[in-house]
C-alpha cells in the first residue's frame, strides 16, 4: 500500500518526464495516480511497473537492469519489466504495469494493469495438455514445496496437487522467525493469507509422510492414509540438531526452527531477564540480536574463535563479532555448554551463565530418511540432476535435501537457504510439466544483524584466497572468495549493487568483472 513517504520523484501522471531527461538504460522512480511507478527506458521504448519490491518493499530504482527484467536491491528477487511477473523467488506477486504514452516530447504513466498472484504468464509457459501428470504430490511445505505448488497454477496446471505436511502452521517465511520475537512477530511470516491455498485448489494436508513406495507410486502418511502421484516433489527440509547433554530437555530450552519454536520462544521471553544463545550461527546471531533488542541480557556461548568465520572469512566475521558486542551481546568463544540447569548454563571451563531463557543454534541436517528408505540414489544429500530429478523418474527433489550439480563451480552442492529452496521448487515445478530447465541459479542468501545486512552470492564451502574491498572495520564493502583462481562467492554490506553486479558476473563465469567490480 502506498504511503506519502513512497511517493517520490515526478507526478508521472500529470507533469510526466520529458525524454531528453531518461537516458537509454536509466531507471526513474516517480509516482503516479498515488502510487510509486518505476519508469524504464529500453532505446526508444518506454516501460513502467511498480516501483517497490512486493517481498519486502524494497526500492526498485536502487535495483539492478538486467535485459528486460529489474532484480531487487535487498533479496535479489527478478521482475520481468514487460509483464511485471516475479521471475525468481523470494518475491512471488507480480509487479502492477502501468501503460505509458509518448506526447509532444514527453513520457506520461497513464493505465494501471494489475493481475493476481498466481496469474499465469501470458502466455503459460506450460500450456495445459495431456502429457502433463494428472496428480501432482509435494511432501514438504516449506520454501521449495509451497513456491512449487504455487509455480504450478502460474504455468497454468489444472491437475491436482496435494502439499503434504506434519506442522500445523505451514507455509510460511521461515527467514522471519530468527529476526523478531515481538508479540505480533508471527502472523508477519505467514506467506499467503487464509484461505489462498483453497481459493487457488491446492490441497494441503496436515500429516507425518511414512513411508514412499516408488514402484507403486503412492505416499503413505502415519495414520494409514495413501495418495497417489503421477509426479512427486520430495521437499522435506531440515531439522534442528539437538544438544545431548544433562538438561537439553528443560522447558526453558528451545531449538529455533519452526513457527511453534518462535512461539515458544516468543513466550519464554516474555517471561525472561537473562537468555543464552548456544551457536554463533546466523540463526544463533540474529536470535540473540532479536532477543537483546527486547531488553534480555544476552550471552552467547560457541566454539569458534570468530564467529561465522567459516562461512564469511575472519575479518567479515570479526566485523559482525563486533557489532553485537557493541550492541551489548556478551560472548564466551571457545566454549561449550556441558548441562543446563533451571537458571543456568554451565560451561567446559566451569563457569555458570544465569538463564531463564536458552536457545539452541548449532545448525540443522537434512531430512533424509524418507528418500532413503525409500531406495534413492544418496549423496550426503538427495542426489538429483540438473533438472532436480532423483533417480527414480518422476520424482524430484529439492530445498534443504537436494544434492545438485552446480554449473558454476563443477561441483555437487547442497545448500540450506531458503532463496535456494524457493528457485528450486519454481524450476522442479515447470519441469514437472515438461519444461527441462536446468537449475543454474547462483545462491543466494541474506542475513540480518540490527539495521545492518549482509548479502552473499555464490556458494564456497572451502578457498584459499580471500579479496577484500572496502573499508570492513567501518562496516562497509566486500569480500570475495577464490579457489584455484576462480571467485566462488561475494559478500557484501552497505554495497547492495555491487552484489547484484556480482551475482551476474558469477552468473556468467566473468571473472573480468568480478575483478573490476572488487577493484572498483
Known amino acids: 500500500m502506498a504511503t506519502p513517504d513512497t511517493l517520490t520523484g515526478p507526478d508521472l501522471a500529470t507533469t510526466g518526464i520529458a525524454l531528453t531527461d531518461l537516458a537509454d538504460g536509466a531507471m526513474l522512480r516517480g509516482h503516479a495516480h498515488g502510487e510509486p511507478v518505476l519508469l524504464v527506458r529500453r532505446g526508444a521504448e518506454l516501460l513502467a511497473v511498480g516501483a517497490l519490491c512486493p517481498h519486502a518493499g524494497a526500492p526498485l530504482d536502487t535495483g539492478l537492469l538486467v535485459g528486460d527484467t529489474v532484480r531487487c536491491p535487498w533479496h535479489h528477487a527478478c521482475f520481468s519489466l514487460r509483464t511485471g511477473a516475479a521471475l525468481r523467488a523470494p518475491a512471488l506477486d507480480p509487479l502492477p504495469r502501468w501503460t505509458v504514452a509518448q506526447r509532444e516530447g514527453r513520457a506520461y504513466v497513464t493505465g494501471k494493469q494489475e493481475q493476481g498472484p498466481l496469474a499465469p504468464d501470458s502466455p503459460p509457459a506450460s500450456p495445459k495438455t495431456d502429457a502433463h501428470p494428472k496428480q501432482i504430490v509435494i511432501v514438504g511445505a516449506g520454501g521449495a514445496g509451497s513456491a512449487a505448488a504455487e509455480m504450478l497454477r502460474r504455468e497454468g496446471y489444472e491437475g491436482s496437487i496435494t502439499l503434504l505436511d506434519e506442522e500445523a502452521d505451514v507455509p510460511y517465511d521461515r527467514t522471519a522467525l530468527s529476526k523478531s520475537f515481538g508479540p505480533d512477530s508471527a502472523p508477519k511470516a505467514a506467506l499467503r493469507p487464509a484461505g489462498f491455498y483453497a481459493e487457488h485448489n491446492i490441497t494441503i494436508i496436515r500429516g507425518k509422510v511414512a513411508a514412499l513406495d516408488v514402484s507403486g507410486r503412492r505416499v503413505q502418511l502415519a495414520d494409514g492414509a495413501t495418495h497417489a502421484y503421477d509426479a512427486l516433489l520430495l521437499a522435506t527440509g531440515a531439522e534442528p540438531v539437538r544438544l545431548d547433554i544433562p538438561g537439553h530437555d528443560l522447558p526453558h530450552v528451545h531449538v529455533l526452527?519452526?513457527?511453534?519454536?518462535?512461539?515458544?520462544?516468543?513466550?519464554?521471553?516474555?517471561?525472561?531477564?537473562?537468555?543464552v544463545v548456544l551457536g554463533a550461527s546466523f540463526i544463533?546471531?540474529?536470535?540473540?540480536?532479536?532477543?537483546?533488542?527486547?531488553?534480555?541480557?544476552?550471552?552467547?556461548?560457541?566454539?569458534?574463535?570468530?564467529?561465522?568465520?567459516?562461512?564469511?572469512?575472519?575479518?567479515?566475521?570479526?566485523?559482525?563479532?563486533?557489532?553485537?558486542?557493541?550492541?551489548?551481546?556478551?560472548?564466551?568463544l571457545q566454549q561449550k555448554a556441558t548441562a543446563i540447569e533451571a537458571e543456568a548454563v554451565v560451561l567446559k571451563n566451569g563457569e555458570r551463565l544465569p538463564a531463564d531463557l536458552v536457545v539452541v543454534g548449532i545448525g540443522v541436517r537434512p531430512r533424509l530418511a524418507l528418500a532413503e528408505a525409500a531406495g534413492l540414489t544418496m549423496d550426503k544429500g538427495v542426489l538429483v540432476d540438473e533438472f532436480l530429478q532423483t533417480s527414480s523418474p518422476g520424482i524430484y527433489a529439492a530445498g534443504d535435501i537436494a544434492r545438485w550439480p552446480d554449473a558454476h563451480t563443477g561441483a555437487a552442492i547442497r545448500v540450506e537457504h531458503w532463496v535456494v529452496a524457493q528457485r528450486q521448487g519454481q524450476t522442479a515445478a515447470r519441469n514437472m510439466l515438461g519444461q527441462r530447465e536446468k537449475f543454474d541459479a547462483v545462491p543466494f542468501f541474506w542475513s540480518k544483524h540490527y539495521k545492518l545486512s549482509v548479502r552473499y552470492v555464490g556458494h564456497a564451502e572451502k578457498w584459499d584466497e580471500l579479496t577484500t574491498n572496502g573499508p570492513l572495520t567501518e562496516r562497509e564493502g566486500s569480500v570475495a572468495f577464490r579457489q584455484n583462481g576462480h571467485t566462488l562467492a561475494v559478500a557484501s554490506v552497505q554495497r547492495d549493487l555491487d552484489n547484484l553486479k556480482a551475482e551476474v558476473a558469477l552468473e556468467a563465469n566473468d571473472e573480468a568483472a568480478l575483478a573490476k567490480l572488487l577493484r572498483s
Not at 526452527?257 to 537473562?274: E, N, P, T
Not at 546471531?285 to 564467529?307: F, K, Q, R, S
Not at 566475521?317 to 557489532?323: D, I, K, N, Q, S
Open 257 to 275: 526452527r519452526s513457527l511453534a519454536d518462535h512461539r515458544a520462544i516468543v513466550a519464554g521471553a516474555a517471561q525472561a531477564k537473562k537468555a
Open 284 to 332: 544463533g546471531l540474529e536470535a540473540a540480536a532479536a532477543l537483546h533488542e527486547l531488553g534480555l541480557e544476552v550471552h552467547v556461548v560457541a566454539p569458534d574463535d570468530v564467529p561465522l568465520a567459516k562461512v564469511l572469512g575472519p575479518e567479515l566475521g570479526a566485523m559482525v563479532h563486533r557489532l553485537h558486542q557493541e550492541k551489548g551481546i556478551h560472548f564466551h
